[in-house]
């Protein structure tokens, strides 16, 4: 039987984390997803776990670095003038493929900016935040349900492809209290394995194409080196370019291989659209109420939700570009997908963006004012 | 040139040193395991070091003691050995106060600290540098080993690099330590040597698991409880409910945060529908605005906005003047017959606040007393779920008089309903 519970978002995303398997939060509160911390700080001890509040963020994302590398599945969660200071630690586990899930309920930025007004500012700042190239994931839910779904989500994805997750929220649904229907006990949970080599064989950094051998706990008679240095199969660091290059392959062939798991989105009354939306976490909630609004006033608008956002679903867009005439985007930010839309359509499909950043959520009126806009253009 | 040549030499035989040092203290208590070594200098270990299974952890610098606190908490019998350069005391300043300061069980070696003691920002003298030497005159030292004593460390030594056989020990007795241990690696040979300090803490991670093995004894009851709540079944079969939009606006210490919550139980959990609820909310102390919407449906509802609501809550003036024209053509609106002048076509006009009064004292039930006129209007939620629903969310003291104030609202909206409403 389904299990069914009211909660808010911050709150689904925490109880995501502990369906999942998180054992280790480390943070420091920061407005809007406070409630986060707030939550596990009474649910992990409950489950084994730990919860720690550290003296900031840079701390916080160095300890659940930390806290992985140890055993456990661990989180934190921040907001964007946390999310900037996260950025150092974050590169580190990229490079040093260390699996954990940095939760960002993203407000108006920059710098502290509207502390309680929704944005979908960080973007490219999810994508791009910590230096040099380096593949990610990154999810944004679209609804309470989602904060919980695409939670376990990122611990699975953070697990299978031994990298950091991004979850993108956003103030519009963090501070949503929604009806959900809990996962049951059949949901996938992707827990660490162990090795299947011998501690002698063992090469924690195996450059495998499109995958990664599991992470060894330490204590456990594996050996192995941890550096930010570029390395070699076994950790240590090196300059030799041929060894370089073998380690960008298997950095970006890990995520690049495995795009079918990995993007995840919806499509909402799509197959016969004339127009499509795309859109995503809380600004996601107004286009599909735009939908609906449009297809009773005969107007054929469709939806693509975007819930990965990175990697980008390119394949998807290039063919909705191909397929029609108007896409919009409408975002909380100047135009942070809407760019990415724009560059695979390459001028096959006119692109509109609906943009602000004034703490004002989108509504679904404000997209079909665009539509019929586009429409008188259009005829 | 002959600076950098001699910088080399000094280093090689510090790493080869240490490695000794982690090789020997590691050997001394064969029951304890093996450390895990945490270092921001690149050298460590050479790649042919063929000791025992010792791992290294080469983090960011000055970073390693946030990642050893993640480490400790995962691995509580591991010691976690951090052996760091000047980074401990610049980057790592902040961590290594707080680690120390909450008594985070790890061994800290800080090299050449004679060096890093006088010069914070660099690890060797950069003398061809020309405004180095006049900030090394200005600056004050950075005094790691004086911090760490007066943050009361588990433990406070000074070791001679040239003396392996002292700083083995050294590194051995604050691994058998419990809590924050700090050990200054000098080749000084003016300075005193040995265990400086001490102080008899709880180690933060032993008390923390100890506190929570109490914690998960004593509430291992309510947790059946939880788990129970949200099996509870839908006392209704699902019936088919249009989208349909609730807004309740008015100012701070009405109370109507509390009805959004109310209600959003009480559609969702007890008439099996689905539902979303969101506000905006203005403080008890300064009255601000304050509104929610609960949208409620027998299909998930995608929007949580009510742009257009099917029963719409005016608590004051203010609120009617912003949202009175928004109801839907076939909507209810319910205004507060004392704070609400101008009353809109249509609308039914309820004393809400003075029933909050009258039934509880406070004006803080005005929320309450709108449910019961909700239920009074719509067929969406049941006088019984809201009951229920105001059982679970509010402390037991005070479930009696807010039902009174439900059914209050209830019975005035009624008579309304029926025009023989007399006040």
């Keep these: ?379 | 040139m002959t600076n950098l040549v001699q910088k080399e030499t000094v280093y090689t035989d510090t790493w080869q040193t240490l490695m000794d040092v982690i090789t020997r203290a590691a050997s001394f208590d064969k029951n304890r395991k093996l450390p895990l070594v945490l270092t921001s200098l690149a050298e460590l270990p050479e790649e042919n070091f063929d000791g025992p299974a010792i791992s290294f952890i080469h983090g960011p610098p000055g970073r390693n003691i946030a990642l050893a606190i993640g480490l400790r908490a995962a691995l509580p019998d591991t010691p976690m050995l951090l052996i760091m350069n000047a980074d401990a005391v610049t980057l790592g300043m902040n961590h290594l106060i707080h680690a120390v300061r909450r008594n985070m069980g790890m061994t800290l070696l800080i090299l050449r600290s004679e060096v890093t003691d006088a010069i914070a920002l660099s690890p060797v003298k950069r003398t061809n540098w020309r405004s180095f030497g006049i900030q090394d005159s200005i600056e004050k030292r950075a005094t790691p080993l004086e911090l760490a004593t007066s943050l009361e460390a588990a433990s406070v030594s000074r070791g001679s690099i040239d003396n392996m056989e002292q700083l083995s020990e050294l590194v051995n007795d604050a691994m058998n330590t419990s809590g924050f241990s700090m050990i200054g690696v000098t080749s000084d040979k003016g300075l005193p040597l040995g265990v400086l300090s001490r102080a008899n803490l709880p180690e933060y991670f032993d008390s923390y698991r100890e506190w929570a093995e109490v914690l998960r004894r004593s509430i291992a009851n309510k947790n059946e409880v939880r788990a129970e709540a949200a099996e509870e079944k839908p006392t209704k079969q699902l019936r088919d409910i249009p989208r349909h939009e609730v807004r309740i606006a008015g100012i701070g210490g009405q109370g109507v945060k509390l009805a959004g919550s109310v209600l959003n139980i009480a559609a969702g959990t007890h008439e099996g529908l689905w539902t979303t609820q969101r506000g905006e909310y203005g403080s008890a102390t300064r009255g601000g605005p304050s509104l929610v919407e609960v949208v409620a449906g027998s299909k998930r509802i995608s929007y949580p906005r009510t742009d257009n609501p099917d029963v719409l809550v005016l608590l004051n003036q203010n609120s009617a003047n912003q949202f009175a024209d928004s109801v839907k053509p076939t909507g209810q609106t319910i205004v507060d017959a004392d704070h609400v002048k101008s009353v809109p076509k249509g609308a039914i006009a309820v004393p809400i606040v003075r029933l909050s009064i009258e039934n509880t004292g406070k004006p803080i039930a005005a929320g309450v007393v709108s449910l019961g006129c909700i239920a009074a209007v719509s067929d969406v939620v049941s006088l019984e779920s809201l009951k229920k629903s105001i059982a679970q969310k509010l402390p037991a003291k005070l479930v009696i008089k807010n039902i009174a104030a439900l059914e209050a609202g209830y019975t005035a909206t009624g008579k309304m309903l029926k025009g023989n409403y007399n006040g």
């Design chain 1, 1 to 379: 039987m389904s299990k069914f519970e009211v909660m808010y978002g911050n709150q689904a995303i925490a109880e995501g984390a502990i369906k999942a398997g998180c054992r280790f939060y480390a943070g420091y509160p920061i407005t809007p997803s406070t409630e986060v911390a707030e939550i596990l700080s009474d649910r992990l001890p409950e489950v084994g776990g730990v919860f720690v509040q550290m003296e900031d963020e840079i701390a916080s994302m160095g300890a659940i670095i930390g806290a992985s590398l140890g055993g456990m599945k661990s989180a934190t969660a921040t907001s964007g003038p946390g999310f900037s200071l996260m950025q150092e630690n974050l590169g580190y586990a990229v490079g040093s493929e260390v699996p954990c899930v940095i939760i960002n309920v993203q407000r108006v930025g920059p710098s502290t900016g509207l502390p309680t007004k929704a944005a979908q500012g960080d973007i490219m700042q999810a994508r791009w935040g910590t230096h040099g190239d380096h593949p990610i994931i990154a999810l944004s839910p679209g609804s309470v349900q989602d904060c919980y779904d695409l939670t376990i989500k990122a611990f699975n994805f953070s697990e299978k492809y031994r990298t950091p997750v991004i979850f993108l929220a956003d103030a519009l649904v963090s501070s949503l209290e929604e009806k959900i229907e809990l996962a049951d006990d059949d949901v996938e949970i992707f827990d660490r394995r162990k090795p299947a080599e011998s501690p002698e064989d063992y090469k924690a950094f195996a450059f495998t194409k499109g995958g990664v051998v599991p992470l060894a706990t330490f204590g456990e008679g594996y050996r192995y080196h941890v550096t930010g240095l570029l390395h070699d199969e076994k950790g240590y660091p090196t300059e030799d370019s041929e060894i370089v290059s073998q380690w960008w392959d298997h950095m970006y062939s890990k995520i690049e291989d495995n795009l079918d798991d990995i993007l995840l989105y919806e499509e909402i009354e799509l197959d016969d659209a004339d127009i499509a939306l795309v859109a995503y976490g809380g600004t996601a909630m107004a286009a599909t109420r735009a939908v609906s609004l449009a297809r009773e006033k005969g107007i054929k608008l469709g939806l693509l939700k975007l819930q990965t956002i990175w990697p980008f679903p390119e394949e998807r867009v290039r063919k909705l570009a191909k397929d029609l005439n108007n896409i919009i985007v409408p975002e909380l930010n100047f135009g942070q997908i809407r760019s990415e839309v724009e560059r695979l359509a390459a001028g096959q499909s006119n692109v509109t963006g609906i943009n602000k950043a004034d703490g004002n959520q989108i509504t679904p009126d404000e997209i079909l004012t665009t539509i019929q806009k586009l429409m008188v253009a259009g005829s």
